[in-house]
């Protein structure tokens, strides 16, 4: 190149980006960040997922789980679609954030309008890729995982070995 920063003659421009439609889409976690709310009094968990294959295939979308809230009910909601997301990745108890990461999922994706006004995407809901509800992993081998820790718990009342639990503030302890 010349002394051009940049030479968009031989390449197509984007196109904008419409919101999905409604609908199931396999995706996976491929990002997630900690970042405060508005208002600063708290911070949200904000998942960035990517669609796998079809019509959409690596197109993004994002959920905000508001898990540190002065709002006890927004807080609620955001552990129950945490939980759902556990779940569905077949991972019950991760030890961060990153566990979540790269699992196949379901995402039920619907329309709603931003607060510009402008049709936007919203994830309502989450299941398993496979619909088992163990995230595609060995049933079997998940349950002897979970026996293995309830095992560990029992075993280590003193805490010595026990998974970390959420605080006494319901924070997880990532």
Request: neutral net charge.
């Amino acid at each position: 190149m010349d002394d051009v920063f940049f030479d968009a003659t031989g390449i197509e421009p984007a196109g904008t980006f419409e919101p999905l439609p409604p609908g199931d889409y396999e995706v996976v976690i491929t990002e997630s960040t900690w970042r405060p709310t508005k208002a600063g009094t708290g911070s949200f968990l904000e998942l960035k997922c990517q669609v796998v294959g079809g019509d959409y295939d690596k197109r993004n979308l994002w959920a905000r789980l508001n898990l540190k809230n002065p709002n006890a009910t927004a807080v609620e909601i955001a552990k129950r679609e945490l939980s759902a997301i556990c779940h569905a990745v077949g991972v019950l108890r991760p030890k961060s954030k990153e566990e979540l990461h790269g699992i196949p999922l379901i995402a039920k994706v619907v329309v709603r309008e931003n607060q510009n006004g402008e049709p936007s995407n919203e994830i309502k809901g989450w299941k398993p890729k496979d619909g088992g509800g163990n995230g595609g992993k060995n049933a079997a081998a998940q349950n002897t995982a979970a026996q293995n820790t309830a095992a560990q718990n029992t075993a280590a009342p003193n805490g010595t070995g026990a998974q970390k639990q959420p605080t006494a503030s319901g924070n997880a302890p990532w």
